[in-house]
């Protein structure tokens, strides 16, 4: 099983839309899970941390399943400035002061 | 509120050549990073620093080294490029928590001819 995996995409919806996304991830001892945003050509930036008991920002909800050992990402009435590459993050891999990065999967809203 | 700052922002060698990539953050964060980001390869670590004189290999740390004299500088260096060594570099801080929350630099685009 690779460390962090995601489907790569795209995910086309239109606008409104719900979408949802997901990232596995193979150590047991993983702490801290995060998504970050990457628009085309530049860097990721930090799109939410992810608790144990799930949060929620806005059109966005993460949530984390120990027991199957994933990630989400729920993201509400789609905009077309969502459009992205969405990464997950995971500690633990290397020590506790790394973070292992999945591929990212492409999101693509449309009008 | 510069963040975290990456020169150059783009740079194109030749194979043989050298060159040092600078990585400068400003908000006192221990922990440094340097990542490579290939088509279809995703963000992966080089090198990373978990404080002031001290370094420690990442995934992909062949061809490259690094040094951390200053707490807010993380340099990257290519001592001989080669082609397989272009590629988006991506320089990232973070606390010294176990959160470990991690700001991106702007990214360098190097070329190896």
């Known amino acids: 099983r690779k460390e962090v995996e995601q489907d790569p995409g795209p995910f086309n919806v239109p606008e409104g839309a719900t979408v949802a996304f997901n990232c596995t991830y193979s150590?047991?001892?993983?702490?801290?899970f995060f998504w970050y945003r990457q628009d085309c050509r530049k860097e990721p930036k930090l799109l939410m941390s992810?608790?144990?008991s799930g949060n929620e920002d806005g059109r966005f909800t993460a949530q984390l399943n120990r027991a199957s050992q994933y990630i989400s990402l729920l993201i509400r009435d789609s905009k077309l400035s969502d459009s992205a590459t969405y990464l997950c993050?995971?500690?633990?891999?290397?020590?506790?002061?790394?973070?292992?990065f999945g591929k990212g999967t492409m999101l693509l809203v449309s009008p | 509120n510069a963040g975290v700052t990456q020169t150059p922002k783009f740079r194109v060698l030749k194979t043989g050549q050298s060159m040092t990539l600078l990585c400068a953050q400003d908000?006192?964060?221990?922990?440094m990073y340097w990542y490579r980001q290939d088509p279809g390869m995703g963000l992966r670590l080089i090198h990373y620093?978990?404080?002031?004189?001290?370094?420690a290999k990442g995934e992909v740390p062949d061809g490259y080294n690094v040094s951390r004299l200053k707490k807010q500088n993380f340099l990257l260096g290519l001592e001989s490029a080669a082609p397989s060594q272009t590629s988006v570099y991506f320089c990232?801080?973070?606390?010294?928590?176990?959160?470990?929350?991690?700001?991106f630099g702007a990214g360098t685009r190097l070329s190896v001819l």
């Open positions: 992810v608790y144990s």
């Open positions: 620093s978990v404080g002031e004189g001290t370094t």
């Open positions: 150590n047991s001892a993983s702490q801290s």
């Open positions: 908000m006192n964060h221990e922990y």
């Open positions: 990232a801080s973070s606390l010294n928590t176990a959160k470990n929350i991690q700001y």
């Open positions: 993050a995971v500690n633990g891999n290397s020590g506790y002061s790394t973070l292992t």
